[in-house]
């Protein structure tokens, strides 16, 4: 045992002695689980931390499975419960409320962004409630690697109230352009936890069995290889964002407290299962393996320097090396659920933003492990140097990507290297300019999901049409479906895209030439639709409308 090893069990041993002599369940047979949630509300989801929290109370501890919080709260966004402020410590029995007289303990205004209040509370409820197996929920915001101003970007465009708004504006005033990756921001702290921290939080505590994150796009390759060493054996997460509602605990527990003899795996599967199926069957979740992550990042390090050596000389190689990532991750990820507008979601993101100028060199071994310790990172700097026209950049551009476009799904990546997408044109629709066409996307083909000159992902069928013109000026689309989006594309190719619009799609100053219109839906939708698009040249033609 190494002396490191031999420091961190000693220490605990201490913390166990000291926290048993005021034990709130002293005496207690060991139960076969304990489930501790680490409940940062101290932000904008604190509704939604209470609401989770009754759910959990829905079910309650029993003889089997602890159910204990530590619930960090925050002064404005929800006052029930007496509105307090400060971090509570809770074994939920059934029916319990979130109120001060309820709480175990109050350790004041804990920082939640603090590693050493992580491990804090894992040591004190492993020492409390100790069980065979332990789970640790990471419950709060999440974030993938990418750029922080992106991310406060995409958060105002979906900001629902005026308050909100305000608030990601002046985030965005404060913003430093820098990738970060971390679970839990404090707001009355001003801080979060980053990945390193993490780990080290996770080291210095007792073994966890399972580490689940109730949090947006956290099942990435570099979250899972960084916390692969911490004791832990399944990780749960999403690559997606997740609903504000987060996992349903109610259904979750309640299961475990059925299956109380469940291994990590069992466990695992079991929260995908009934996060899927809350959300009818629309959202994403994987259980990852953690044993196999040291193999992922070998051929995952493998295929990154096959694809900087051979990628515009020996694409069988390529293929090859990309194969043996895909069956790594057959084998990484024990199980997972996706909606069909994520249809390329096969349980394990990885950093890969679209273009260099979302990339930023904080992505590297002095923040991360993984960077440090593959290819992956020299693979993305060559990358923009020297293949975002070729055949790797299409399957880029094809793979399931998330959010900001930072990170994609590193099987489908995989995949679309080994089965490049086409965009079917043998039955392209002709149109003359200026003449209206009618047609129905329901039941056309659903091949393409990601145009190279939009940033949405249009997971609908589509139905290709085509006009030529014969001088130069300006191309405009136009469709009456506000589900439907238009994609113009001066070559058959997903990658070939010029302009793309919500309804209507304009290219100004567009050369003479033959152009393919193609009507796809967001989000898997389709319908009927009236297409007009006017062109320069464009001859007139006559034929029948019709509708597929």
């Known amino acids: 045992m190494t002396e490191s090893k031999f420091l961190k069990w000693f220490m605990i041993g201490v913390m166990f002695c000291i926290v048993a002599t005021i034990s709130p369940k002293a005496g207690y047979a060991e139960a076969q689980w304990t489930f501790l949630v680490y409940l940062d509300a101290d932000n904008d989801l604190e509704t939604y931390g209470i609401a989770d929290f009754l759910e959990m109370a829905a079910v309650g501890s029993t003889a089997e499975v602890n159910i204990v919080v530590q619930f960090d709260r925050h002064p404005g966004y929800d006052s029930s419960y007496g509105d307090w402020t400060t971090t509570k410590r809770f074994l939920i029995t059934s029916s319990l409320t979130p109120t001060v007289a309820n709480a175990l303990i109050d350790i004041g205004e804990a920082n939640m962004g603090d590693p050493a209040t992580l491990t804090d509370f894992i040591n004190w409820g492993v020492a409390n409630y100790p069980a065979n197996r332990y789970a640790l929920v990471f419950w709060d915001h999440g974030s993938g690697w990418r750029m922080q101003i992106e991310t406060l970007r995409s958060a105002l465009r979906t900001a629902?109230?005026?308050?909100?708004?305000?608030?990601?504006?002046?985030?965005?005033?404060?913003?430093?352009?820098?990738?970060?990756?971390?679970?839990?921001?404090?707001?009355?702290?001003?801080?979060?936890?980053?990945?390193?921290?993490?780990?080290?939080?996770?080291?210095?505590?007792?073994?966890?069995t399972l580490i689940g994150f109730d949090a947006c796009l956290m099942s990435m390759t570099e979250v899972a290889y960084e916390i692969k060493d911490t004791g832990a054996a399944v990780m749960v997460g999403s690559e997606d964002t997740e609903p504000a509602e987060g996992w349903p605990y109610d259904t979750i527990l309640r299961d475990l407290a059925l299956n109380p003899t469940w291994t990590a795996s069992q466990f695992g599967v079991a929260i995908v299962d009934n996060y899927y199926a809350s959300y009818w069957e629309s959202e994403t979740l994987s259980a990852i393996d953690l044993s196999r992550m040291n193999t992922l990042a070998g051929v995952t390090s493998t295929f990154a320097e096959t694809m900087r050596n051979f990628w515009n000389s020996d694409q069988a190689a390529v293929r090859a090396a990309a194969q043996a990532v895909m069956d790594e991750i057959d084998a990484t990820v024990l199980y997972e659920q996706h909606g069909d507008s994520r249809s390329g979601s096969y349980g394990l993101a990885i950093y890969f933003p679209e273009t260099q100028g979302y990339f930023d060199t904080n992505y590297n071994g002095s923040t991360i492990a993984f960077p440090a310790d593959t290819f992956w990172e020299e693979f993305l700097s060559d990358f923009y140097t020297s293949m975002s026209s070729s055949w790797i950049a299409d399957a880029r551009e094809y793979a399931q990507q998330y959010y900001v476009s930072a990170h994609i799904d590193l099987y489908d990546f995989c995949n679309k290297l080994i089965n490049p997408v086409a965009l079917d044109c043998t039955n392209a629709v002709p149109l003359s300019s200026g003449v209206a066409y009618s047609g129905n996307t329901t039941g056309a083909p659903s091949n393409i999901s990601s145009y190279g000159c939009w940033i949405y992902t249009l997971s609908g069928p589509e139905i290709v049409h085509t006009i030529t013109t014969t001088i130069a000026g300006d191309i405009i689309a136009t469709d009456n479906n506000n589900n439907l989006d238009l994609v113009i594309l001066n070559a058959c190719n997903p990658s070939s895209c010029v302009v793309a619009g919500m309804d209507s799609a304009s290219y100004t100053n567009a050369p003479a030439g033959t152009y393919y219109i193609v009507v796809d839906g967001w989000n898997g939708a389709s319908g009927t639709y009236t297409l007009t698009v006017t062109a320069p040249g464009a001859e007139q033609k006559s034929y029948l409308l019709w509708t597929k």
């Open 160 to 208: 629902t109230t005026v308050d909100e708004r305000d608030r990601i504006l002046q985030d965005l005033q404060r913003a430093v352009p820098t990738v970060y990756k971390e679970i839990c921001s404090d707001y009355t702290d001003g801080d979060e936890l980053y990945m390193q921290e993490v780990k080290n939080a996770l080291n210095a505590a007792a073994d966890m």
